[in-house]
Structure formats: structure tokens, C-alpha cells
């Protein structure tokens, strides 16, 4: 099982960009999907986390900004950024728990990031 990131860039703020992590290999279910980010010279940290049920928590810095959304038939996750600052210039990282067998123990995956740089 690994995870594919993709849809990094240049954008200028106030711009928006979509990020997507899909899931290559066979899997049984996706408990908990997200995505963290990690700033030059910064401890990496959480962006948004969604459980499989749909509930989510998102960094104070991001929330009403940055929408996360899954496609279940694709195990594929996706972060919508809209109004991007500046400061959201980081490296971003796909996470999922995953369950390989139904019933099985899940393990964590992290994709390879995608850089996103905010600036004019």
C-alpha cells in the first residue's frame, strides 16, 4: 500500500489550490484520512483529520479556508485551499489509517509531500 500525492505549486495569495492523495494497492477500509504540512525550519503539523464517519477537526489557521473531501470509490482524499496566505507556503503530506483485511489491525501511511508555495 502506498500513497500518491499530487497538486502542489506556485499560487499568489488570496489564490486557491487542490491537493489529492490517492491509494495505490489493495486495501479493506480507510478509518482516518487527513493531511499535515511542514514549513521550512518548522515541526511538521495537522492541517485537517477526518474520521470515516465524516467528522473532522481542522488547525485553527485553516478553518473556513481549506475544505477536505474523499472520494470513497477512488480511496482517494482531496484539500481544497481557497484564500491561501503567505504563511501556508509548507511541504503537505497525505495521511491515512488503513486496514489492508476486513477485520485486520490498521496501520498508518503518510504520502511522499507536495510543496505548495504561496507567494507573488
Known amino acids: 500500500v502506498q500513497l500518491q500525492a ?7 495569495p488570496g489564490g486557491s489550490l487542490s491537493l489529492s ?5 489493495r486495501i479493506s477500509s480507510i ?13 511538521r503539523e495537522l492541517v485537517v ?7 473532522t477537526n481542522y488547525a485553527e489557521s485553516v478553518k473556513g479556508r481549506f475544505t477536505i473531501s474523499r ?6 482524499e482531496y484539500l481544497q485551499m481557497n484564500s491561501l496566505k503567505p504563511e501556508d507556503t509548507a511541504v503537505y ?19 511522499q509531500g507536495t510543496l505548495v508555495t504561496v507567494s507573488s
Do not use: E, H
Not at 483529520?49 to 467528522?55: H, N, W
Open 6 to 12: 499530487s497538486g502542489g505549486g506556485l499560487v499568489q
Open 21 to 25: 492523495c490517492a491509494v495505490s494497492g
Open 31 to 43: 478509518d482516518i484520512m487527513g493531511w499535515y504540512r511542514q514549513a521550512p525550519g518548522k515541526q
Open 49 to 55: 483529520i477526518m474520521a470515516s464517519g465524516g467528522s
Open 71 to 76: 472520494d470513497n470509490a477512488k480511496n482517494t
Open 93 to 111: 503530506y497525505c495521511y491515512m489509517n488503513i486496514r489492508a483485511t476486513t477485520g485486520g489491525p490498521a496501520f498508518s501511511y503518510w504520502g
